[in-house]
């Protein structure tokens, strides 16, 4: 049973309380009840906050969980394999990994299972578990990691990366919503592993200048730095985004894929380069 406090309050971001009670019948724990299943089975719109009383809450979407959908069970099929992955790596690590595909990407048992060259290099003894699906948003994160998604895990530190699939939604939701999604996932994380150095890292910059999912991104990392995450000593900020840009405010083609959202080893290179000083003290080398 969760302590609860407010999800608003400033730092210690410890023991949240959701912005809105998820509708979901069975609202933590794995494996999931036949109501659950049913439940998350119908379209993610139809599940979203404020939908089971009739009333538009798009504000509170990001902050709230919700599972995934790919169309039929795709999406909690991908999320049943993290859990046992988990499952088989219950106790110690020294990494975990949670967002998206930016995330999955780092090297994931969805994938081949095997860490991407960038990330062997800055961290090669380090046990790293990654939980990243393609497609999460922060609301999604959140459901996973309510739903048996990192149950058993004892991280040294963790690195969290989320958001990006959010402004999808901005036009909706607002950007600060956005960053109190992001917020929320920190605060979850930090509840479960209150022992863990977290790094939150920043969104990516990713498309090009006056292209609103590029601006919209600018302009929920200025939010997430009005939250001030770091202010809890267990927690730090890592902005990519001038690494990642040239001086005209371009994306740095030769870190990205073809798509301008995804990276290349090269940007996976760099990504690690900044991770490296901030995980070094919790995992001592």
């Known amino acids: 049973m969760r302590r609860c406090l407010p999800l608003l309050l400033a730092a ?6 959701y912005a809105h009670k998820p509708a979901d019948p069975q609202p933590t724990g794995w494996p999931l009840t036949a109501d659950e299943k049913a439940f998350i089975a119908k379209p993610e719109y139809e599940r979203r906050p404020g939908r089971e009383i009739n009333q538009h809450l798009p504000q509170l979407w990001p902050a709230v969980p919700s ?9 909690v099929d991908t999320h049943a394999k993290l859990v046992a992955y988990a499952q088989k790596n219950a106790g110690p690590c020294d990494v975990l990994l949670v967002g998206d595909s930016i995330t999955q990407q780092w090297g994931s048992p969805l994938d081949k299972g095997v860490l991407n060259a960038a990330w062997l290099k800055a961290f090669p003894h380090a046990k790293t578990i990654n939980i990243g699906i393609g497609g999460d948003k922060a609301q999604n994160v959140l459901w996973r990691l309510d739903h048996g998604g990192v149950d058993g895990l004892k991280p040294r530190a963790i690195v969290l990366m989320i958001g990006n699939n959010n402004m999808f939604f901005t036009p909706e939701t607002g ?5 109190q999604g992001v917020k929320a996932c920190l605060a979850n994380l930090r509840e479960k592993f209150p022992e863990a150095d977290v790094v939150v890292a920043k969104i990516l910059p990713c498309h090009a200048p006056k292209v609103r999912f590029y601006e919209d991104i600018l302009l929920t990392n200025a939010e997430l730095d009005k939250l001030k995450l770091d202010a809890d000593p267990k927690v ?8 990642f840009l040239n001086a005209d405010g371009t994306i740095k083609a030769e870190l990205y894929t073809s798509d301008k959202i995804h990276l290349s080893l090269a940007g996976y290179e760099v990504y690690a380069q900044k991770l490296a000083p901030l995980l070094k003290p919790a995992l001592g080398r």
């Open 12 to 17: 210690p971001l410890l023991a949240l309380e």
């Open 67 to 75: 599972a995934g959908t790919w169309g039929g069970t795709s999406w």
């Open 175 to 179: 950007v600060a919503a956005a960053a």
């Open 236 to 243: 730090k900020v890592l902005d990519l985004t001038k690494d």
